[in-house]
T-cell receptor, first 110, second 114 residues
Framework: DAKTTQPTSMDCAEGRAANLPCNHSTISGNEYVYWYRQIHSQGPQYIIHGLKNNETNEMASLIITEDRKSSTLILPHATLRDTAVYYCIVRLQGAQKLVFGQGTRLTINP | DTGVSQDPRHKITKRGQNVTFRCDPISEHNRLYWYRQTLGQGPEFLTYFQNEAQLEKSRLLSDRFSAERPKGSFSTLEIQRTEQGDSAMYLC????????????FGNGTRLTVT
């Protein structure tokens, strides 16, 4: 699976959009980008995934660059409950397991 | 709530004792995964089942660790002769059989070995 690079930590003001970047420059054509988050003392929570088109659901939007070498997770109106560690993961199509990195610790400030 | 259920949530044991954790996946999820997470690190893959078959095991899964899923529903993870280095959060996840189905995680069992 391709390696991902994320900033160690980020801050965002409550009510603003939180934009979390992820670099995956070695991604191959059949690898998907997944995003999970983990709130303290809970298991990781699935957010969204995509291959090359932008994706949106009730939680977030995923923007993947045209060359697929990077992506951004957007939380449109961050709340205090969005404070968590966010993991960007690249997963080979058809692969079963997910390989987690260190993630980005996002802190939403009042 | 019909999410992944793990029991117990916390376990404190003395070094050398055996412990067993249980995971109940989301119904209709035939794939089940075990991960381990230590403080400040991302979860690390341990093993994966499809129905009752254990299809992949990480090198992290030493001989003291054994996982089972006898009827293809719930799973157990046993650690024999626990060591202090086994202290961690043990996470279970499940997924549908469809390609690229996301994994859904439980809230884990936190093990402390004294």
């Amino acid at each position: 699976d391709a390696k991902t690079t994320q900033p160690t930590s980020m801050d965002c003001a409550e009510g603003r959009a939180a934009n979390l970047p992820c670099n995956h420059s070695t991604i191959s054509g059949n690898e998907y980008v997944y995003w999970y988050r983990q709130i303290h003392s809970q298991g990781p929570q699935y957010i969204i995934h995509g291959l090359k088109n932008n994706e949106t659901n009730e939680m977030a939007s995923l923007i993947i660059t045209e060359d697929r070498k990077s992506s951004t997770l957007i939380l449109p109106h961050a709340t205090l409950r969005d404070t968590a560690v966010y993991y960007c993961i690249v997963r080979l199509q058809g692969a079963q397991k997910l390989v987690f990195g260190q993630g980005t610790r996002l802190t939403i400030n009042p | 709530d019909t999410g992944v259920s793990q029991d117990p949530r916390h376990k404190i044991t003395k070094r050398g004792q055996n412990v067993t954790f249980r995971c109940d996946p989301i119904s209709e999820h035939n794939r089940l995964y075990w991960y381990r997470q230590t403080l400040g690190q991302g979860p690390e893959f341990l093993t994966y089942f499809q129905n009752e078959a254990q299809l992949e095991k990480s090198r992290l899964l030493s001989d003291r660790f054994s996982a089972e899923r006898p009827k293809g529903s719930f799973s157990t993870l046993e650690i024999q002769r626990t060591e202090q280095g086994d202290s961690a959060m043990y996470l279970c996840a499940s997924s549908l059989p469809a390609t690229n189905s996301p994994l859904h995680f439980g809230n884990g069992t936190r093990l402390t070995v004294t």
